[in-house]
């Protein structure tokens, strides 16, 4: 009996430590979490691990992303018009950085830099950075950031160098942010409302979603929002498709709730007022990333908007997005040069 | 010979090349990144080269301090990323200091959104001949609450040296700024008291500003006593766009469209083209499109300064100076209003209403022009006597 109660006791304790363990710490490796089978390198997802995509996403210096989401067990979203899906406690999701040796032949001879884990919980999002080893086994947890020199081959056959910079976790909060509160960008039902290639087939992600019980209170189709993807035309026109990409790669930071809520600057897809989306706009502390430009943005004179300018330069004090790029975006620049000089 | 530098490296470079400059930022980022309530992060002595931003985020009572702004020097010459030298976010009682932030690549120091933040002993700069590229600005604290920065210098920011933008309760005091654009900058702010400076060597010495377009619309009780405000005629290098690249050469003292504004004690000494400027948002010819914007200074007291200028043209290119030089020649008077009231704040015979007067008076040396904007400097006179209170 006495056996029994110490026992108890014991256990009480040990359950005690073990959720102050987990509140505290993370895994080191990206092999503990255990989001993948066979060999780690190859992101074959573990079950219940589930790849998803984005319309449009950021640009990230070229690299390719793979996403996958895992919800607990047995929980699910609900369906929301707006805003990024509130996912439910211990939501994780999952974006791994690589480069292809050679862009013409993607997903083969991968250098894979970074995975990205962002972790749902009670109260807020956390963000955890695992940089992958030389040998590309495993990936050890890094708080202060890196900078790593990536080769690769590009599309057209060129060779690139990029110098790939991890962003230390204060930085990715610099993004992931919306009031002071950690939060993920991407997942947003407009920015899922496209197909993925499954296991089963390829599929639109939102009814897999539904199909799987990872969704809830789905809407019939036709009243779903869906962002338009950047580069094509077929998605939408160059205005929906101008306004995905700058959704995508400024809001995060340019939006009443970001940490760009100082420039008056606010770029999300639903803004309207005209001023705050930049056009006439005087910059307010953009020193010397106003590039002698007098407005944001110049309709139809792209080459006189500041918005060009800071997509165009390189200079770390001017660019724009300021973390997560050190190449120019040649394709994206192209767009918004287009949907300025093209404005009415 | 080999033994002999073997020795040099020894005595010369161990104690100070003890880790690499990499290593210093990573060391130092994870301080910063793991910092508890309490901690104080000690800085060493030394130049340190970073290339990265340096970040602290969502930290309550965490100071940083190095051995003085003189001995600890974190250069960001070589800076590949981040828009900053240092960056402080969602924060609660933040102290920095002694040290310098030298050469970033944008901003020197950035604090948002943090209640409580202090710098003491603190310098940013840029060396070299101040020009546009530049940073921004050297102390930038920004949507904040409770700010002082004490006994700090800021030099060669090709926008504002000390700038505090879209905050409340703030003391700018015994510091020093020069070779900046704006020497001081309070902009969209509330409640800030700018003491004991010394602002020499820029193109505008102090600027007290509200703009539109921001998320703290108002600014205003702001008071500037007790500073020396003198031969702020460096040529402006702000690049275009910027609203202080609208600053003229040789300001002293610049108002943009602020209430509630007591400037007094201040030694105005040799600013060669205003002393002191008070203007409307309309004077800057910029259109004005927030609706919840107010463009007009008003409730404005200067008084008991003592203001000095030498025989001399004004200097610079601004559009302004060209037309007080045509004016008024080598003698032109030390305050200049461009004359445009809130017509809301008039009563029937066209007077201010009580307490919200533009009052210079008591000044050493006082005089004043209006510029007459409204009329397109029409009937741009000297006023030295047209800027008392009624009410």
Same mark, same amino acid.
């Given at each position: 009996?006495?056996?029994?109660?110490?026992?108890?006791?014991?256990?009480?304790?040990?359950l005690?430590?073990?959720?102050?363990?987990?509140?505290?710490?993370?895994?080191?490796?990206?092999?503990?979490?255990n989001?993948f089978?066979?060999?780690?390198?190859?992101l074959?997802?573990?079950?219940?691990?589930?790849?998803?995509?984005?319309?449009t996403?950021?640009?990230?210096d070229?690299?390719?992303?793979?996403?996958f989401?895992?919800?607990?067990?047995?929980?699910?979203?609900?369906?929301?018009?707006?805003?990024?899906?509130?996912?439910?406690?211990?939501?994780?999701?999952?974006?791994?950085f690589?480069?292809?040796a050679?862009?013409?032949?993607?997903?083969?001879?991968?250098n894979?830099?970074?995975?990205?884990?962002?972790i749902?919980?009670?109260?807020?999002?956390?963000?955890?950075?695992y940089?992958?080893n030389?040998?590309?086994t495993?990936?050890?947890?890094?708080?202060?950031?890196?900078?790593?020199?990536?080769?690769f081959?590009?599309?057209?056959g060129?060779?690139?160098?990029?110098?790939?910079?991890?962003p230390?976790?204060?930085?990715c909060k610099?993004?992931? !942010?919306?009031?002071?509160? /950690?939060?993920?960008i +991407?997942? #947003?039902v407009?920015?899922?409302? *496209?197909?993925?290639?499954?296991?089963?087939?390829?599929?639109?992600?939102?009814?897999?979603?539904?199909?799987?019980?990872?969704?809830?209170?789905?809407?019939?189709?036709?009243?779903?929002?869906?962002?338009?993807?950047?580069?094509d035309?077929l998605?939408?026109?160059?205005?929906?498709?101008?306004?995905?990409?700058?959704?995508?790669?400024?809001?995060?930071c340019?939006?009443?709730?970001?940490?760009?809520?100082?420039?008056?600057l606010?770029?999300?897809?639903?803004?309207?007022?005209?001023?705050?989306l930049?056009?006439?706009?005087?910059?307010?502390?953009?020193?010397t990333?106003?590039?002698?430009?007098l407005?944001?943005?110049?309709?139809r004179?792209?080459?006189?908007?500041?918005?060009?300018?800071r997509?165009?330069?390189? !200079?770390?004090?001017?660019? /724009?997005?300021?973390? +997560?790029? #050190?190449?120019?975006?040649?394709? *994206?620049?192209?767009?918004?040069?287009?949907?300025?000089?093209?404005?009415? | 010979?080999?033994?002999?530098?073997?020795?040099?490296l020894f005595?010369?470079?161990?104690?100070?090349?003890s880790?690499?400059?990499?290593?210093?930022?990573?060391?130092?980022?994870?301080?910063?990144?793991?910092?508890?309530?309490?901690?104080?992060?000690?800085?060493?002595?030394?130049?340190f080269?970073?290339?990265?931003?340096?970040s602290?985020?969502?930290k309550?009572?965490?100071?940083?301090?190095?051995?003085?702004?003189?001995?600890?020097?974190l250069?960001?010459?070589?800076?590949?990323?981040g828009?900053?030298?240092?960056?402080?976010?969602?924060g609660?009682?933040?102290?920095?200091?002694?040290?310098?932030?030298?050469?970033?690549?944008?901003?020197?120091?950035?604090?948002?959104?943090?209640k409580?933040i202090?710098?003491?002993?603190?310098?940013?700069?840029?060396?070299g001949?101040?020009?546009?590229?530049?940073?921004?600005?050297?102390?930038?604290?920004?949507?904040?609450?409770?700010?002082?920065?004490?006994?700090?210098?800021?030099?060669?920011?090709?926008?504002?040296?000390?700038?505090?933008?879209?905050?409340?309760?703030?003391?700018?005091?015994k510091?020093?700024?020069?070779?900046?654009?704006?020497?001081?900058?309070?902009?969209?702010?509330l409640?800030?008291?700018v003491?004991?400076?010394e602002?020499?060597?820029?193109?505008?010495?102090?600027?007290?500003?509200?703009?539109?377009?921001?998320?703290?619309?108002?600014?205003?009780?702001?008071?500037?006593?007790?500073?020396?405000?003198?031969?702020?005629?460096?040529v402006?290098?702000?690049?275009?766009?910027?609203?202080?690249?609208?600053?003229?050469?040789?300001?002293?003292?610049?108002?943009?469209?602020?209430?509630?504004?007591?400037?007094?004690?201040?030694?105005?000494?040799n600013?060669?083209?205003?002393?002191?400027?008070?203007?409307s948002?309309?004077?800057?010819?910029?259109?004005?499109?927030?609706?919840?914007?107010?463009?007009?200074?008003?409730?404005?007291?200067?008084?008991?300064?003592?203001?000095?200028?030498?025989?001399?043209?004004?200097?610079?290119?601004?559009?302004?100076?060209?037309?007080?030089?045509?004016?008024?020649?080598?003698?032109?008077?030390?305050?200049?209003?461009?004359?445009?009231?809130?017509?809301?704040?008039?009563?029937?015979?066209?007077?201010?209403?009580?307490?919200?007067?533009?009052?210079?008076?008591?000044?050493?040396?006082?005089?004043?022009?209006?510029?007459?904007?409204?009329?397109?400097?029409?009937?741009?006179?000297?006023?030295?006597?047209?800027?008392?209170?009624?009410?």
């Amino acid at each position: 009996m006495l056996r029994i109660v110490s026992i108890g006791i014991f256990c009480i304790v040990c359950l005690a430590s073990f959720t102050i363990f987990q509140k505290k710490t993370y895994p080191d490796k990206l092999s503990e979490w255990n989001f993948f089978k066979g060999k780690l390198s190859d992101l074959s997802p573990a079950k219940e691990v589930v790849p998803y995509a984005l319309n449009t996403p950021l640009f990230t210096d070229y690299a390719e992303k793979s996403r996958f989401v895992r919800l607990p067990s047995g929980k699910f979203v609900q369906y929301q018009s707006e805003g990024v899906l509130h996912f439910p406690e211990g939501t994780a999701l999952i974006k791994t950085f690589y480069y292809s040796a050679d862009f013409r032949n993607p997903g083969k001879n991968k250098n894979i830099i970074e995975t990205r884990v962002l972790i749902k919980e009670q109260e807020e999002w956390k963000a955890l950075s695992y940089v992958w080893n030389d040998d590309q086994t495993d990936a050890i947890r890094e708080i202060a950031g890196d900078e790593k020199q990536v080769q690769f081959i590009d599309k057209a056959g060129n060779p690139q160098k990029v110098r790939y910079v991890i962003p230390n976790q204060n930085q990715c909060k610099g993004c992931h !942010n919306v009031n002071d509160q /950690m939060m993920p960008i +991407g997942p #947003s039902v407009a920015q899922l409302n *496209g197909n993925v290639s499954y296991p089963s087939g390829i599929e639109n992600q939102l009814k897999y979603w539904n199909q799987h019980g990872m969704m809830q209170n789905l809407p019939s189709f036709a009243t779903i929002p869906k962002t338009a993807v950047w580069n094509d035309p077929l998605s939408g026109d160059l205005n929906a498709r101008a306004r995905a990409y700058l959704a995508i790669n400024c809001a995060h930071c340019h939006r009443r709730e970001g940490p760009a809520q100082t420039s008056g600057l606010f770029l999300t897809e639903s803004e309207t007022d005209i001023t705050a989306l930049g056009i006439n706009k005087a910059p307010v502390a953009a020193g010397t990333g106003s590039g002698g430009r007098l407005v944001d943005i110049q309709a139809r004179d792209a080459n006189a908007s500041i918005l060009w300018y800071r997509m165009q330069t390189n !200079n770390p004090g001017e660019r /724009m997005p300021e973390l +997560g790029r #050190s190449l120019v975006h040649q394709e *994206g620049l192209a767009l918004i040069k287009e949907w300025i000089n093209k404005m009415k | 010979m080999r033994l002999l530098s073997f020795l040099l490296l020894f005595v010369i470079g161990t104690p100070l090349v003890s880790f690499s400059q990499k290593d210093f930022q990573k060391k130092y980022q994870s301080l910063f990144i793991l910092a508890e309530s309490g901690d104080v992060i000690e800085l060493p002595e030394g130049v340190f080269q970073l290339t990265n931003t340096l970040s602290l985020e969502g930290k309550k009572k965490v100071t940083i301090r190095g051995k003085g702004m003189n001995k600890t020097i974190l250069s960001f010459k070589n800076q590949t990323d981040g828009a900053e030298g240092i960056r402080v976010s969602d924060g609660t009682e933040i102290l920095l200091e002694g040290f310098t932030v030298q050469d970033a690549k944008g901003d020197a120091i950035k604090t948002m959104h943090v209640k409580g933040i202090t710098f003491h002993d603190v310098k940013t700069e840029w060396t070299g001949t101040p020009g546009p590229a530049n940073g921004g600005y050297g102390l930038y604290p920004v949507q904040c609450e409770g700010v002082v920065i004490d006994q700090c210098e800021a030099i060669g920011a090709s926008d504002a040296g000390i700038y505090v933008g879209q905050s409340k309760d703030i003391v700018v005091k015994k510091s020093k700024a020069y070779h900046n654009v704006a020497g001081i900058e309070i902009e969209n702010s509330l409640h800030a008291e700018v003491v004991d400076n010394e602002a020499w060597g820029n193109s505008g010495g102090i600027l007290v500003f509200d703009l539109p377009d921001l998320v703290q619309k108002k600014g205003g009780q702001v008071k500037v006593h007790h500073n020396n405000i003198h031969d702020n005629n460096y040529v402006n290098f702000a690049p275009k766009g910027n609203v202080v690249a609208s600053v003229p050469s040789g300001t002293g003292l610049m108002i943009l469209a602020t209430k509630e504004i007591e400037v007094f004690q201040n030694n105005i000494v040799n600013n060669q083209s205003a002393g002191t400027l008070i203007i409307s948002y309309m004077t800057t010819g910029r259109p004005i499109k927030d609706k919840l914007y107010d463009p007009f200074p008003s409730a404005i007291s200067i008084h008991d300064n003592v203001y000095e200028r030498k025989i001399g043209l004004p200097v610079g290119t601004d559009p302004l100076a060209a037309i007080l030089g045509k004016r008024f020649g080598e003698n032109v008077p030390h305050i200049i209003s461009d004359g445009i009231r809130n017509p809301t704040l008039l009563d029937a015979a066209g007077k201010w209403i009580a307490g919200q007067c533009i009052s210079i008076v008591n000044n050493k040396g006082q005089s004043i022009a209006n510029l007459d904007v409204q009329n397109n400097f029409k009937n741009i006179n000297r006023a030295d006597d047209s800027f008392k209170c009624e009410n």
